[in-house]
């Protein structure tokens, strides 16, 4: 199976420290993005980046978060110093930049819970 | 201001019959739209997707209608099947070269046996 993956699936922490997300992207895809949601919610957009370079952030994306995709292939997402407000699942797309609107597939999240 | 809504959380089905769930959007802009579905502790999953220069695209037993001058679109299983209880969710790209989705809040769909 090539889908997309991230690790861990699930994450508890104390308020306060920091945390590290990784997602493995279909192979041949060059675009890849986080969302998080929370619940009753769908998914809100955080970032996104074609190949390495990240194009966009969102707003949610406060100074604490940070993303990583060094090489082009697979993406970290960094939490410093967790509040209890960031619990929820974060979730990992990526797509293939075509010439119609790419389909984004997205993995199975992980979910934190910060205590 | 939530651009793509989904007004009904939650549906319920009986078993062969149509289920019908429902997504408004405010931007009309919007020119591709997509339905996912996810299942608890689970990553959603794409399902169908429609182009505003069309107003019906059909797979299987899911299809899926767009009326651009309502700016509504919604999404028919046919027959439902206890396997589609699940959320729902309707999304839509920014438009402008953004790649970013836009989704609705999602419907609980329950098919019953």
């Known amino acids: 199976d090539t889908g997309v993956s991230q690790d861990p699936r699930h994450k508890i922490t104390k308020r306060g420290q920091n945390v590290t997300f990784r997602c493995d992207p279909i192979?041949?895809?060059?675009?890849l993005y986080w969302y998080r949601q929370t619940l009753g919610q769908g998914p809100e957009f955080l970032t996104y980046?074609?190949?390495?370079?990240?194009?966009?952030k969102s707003r949610l994306l406060s100074d604490r978060f940070s993303a990583e995709r060094p090489k082009g292939s697979f993406s970290t997402l960094e939490i410093q110093r967790t509040e209890q407000g960031d619990s929820a699942m974060y979730l990992c797309a990526s797509s293939y930049a075509g010439l119609v609107s790419d389909t984004q597939y997205f993995g199975p999240g992980t979910r934190l819970t910060v205590l | 201001d939530q651009q793509v809504k989904q007004n009904s959380p939650s549906l319920s089905v009986q078993e062969g019959r149509i289920s019908i769930l429902n997504c408004d959007y405010t931007?009309?802009?919007?020119?591709?739209f997509l339905w996912y579905k996810k299942y608890p502790a689970e990553g959603p999953t794409f399902l169908i997707s429609i182009s505003s220069i069309k107003d019906k695209n059909e797979d299987g037993r899911f299809t899926v209608f767009l009326n651009k001058s309502a700016k509504h679109l919604s999404l028919h299983i046919v027959p439902s099947q206890p396997g589609d209880s699940a959320v729902y969710f309707c999304?839509?790209?920014?438009?402008?070269?953004?790649?970013?989705?836009?989704f609705g809040t999602g419907t609980r769909l329950k098919v019953l046996a």
């Open positions: 980046f074609q190949n390495e370079a990240q194009l966009e």
């Open positions: 192979s041949e895809h060059n675009r």
């Open positions: 931007n009309s802009m919007f020119d591709y």
């Open positions: 999304a839509a790209p920014l438009p402008s070269g953004t790649y970013k989705y836009i």
